[in-house]
């Protein structure tokens, strides 16, 4: 992978953990995005994906929101997409797409997902305690 892919990988981790921890239900998005390469390495990424859709908890919503938002600008784009790709976009091209593609993509989720576990973590261990609020 090129540095700059790997800075954009970076940038958008950092973003998306960012926006994560700054939310109310922080500790619950926490564990989702730390176990998360776990389950996709035990299930596959579209199962996950699905799973994170199904749960309709506002935490696996967002967390499903940032890795399509990754996957969408870095391995599957399409010219057409305004703005975020939806769930049945994102499971519709990677139904269609080739087994290499749907394995770059599978290890692309797991590169976003270890900067983004380790800037959450970071961000959880500097945010002010409940008491200081």
Do not use: C
């Not at 506002?58 to 057409?80: C, Q, R």
């Amino acid at each position: 992978m090129s540095n700059s892919i790997s800075k954009d990988r970076a940038l958008d981790a950092w973003k998306f953990a960012s926006e994560a921890m700054a939310r109310k239900d922080a500790d619950k998005y926490l564990p989702l995005v730390k176990g998360a390469s776990a389950f996709i390495m035990s299930n596959g990424l579209m199962q996950a994906l699905a799973f994170y859709q199904s749960r309709k908890r506002e935490e696996a919503t967002l967390l499903n929101k940032h890795l399509i938002d990754w996957l969408s600008k870095t391995v599957l784009p399409s010219g057409s997409d305004s703005g975020s790709v939806t769930f049945q976009t994102m499971m519709n091209r990677l139904l269609k797409a080739d087994s290499i593609t749907y394995m770059r993509a599978t290890e692309e989720a797991l590169e976003l997902l270890r900067w983004m576990r380790q800037f959450a973590d970071a961000l959880k261990n500097t945010a002010p305690t409940a008491a200081a609020k």
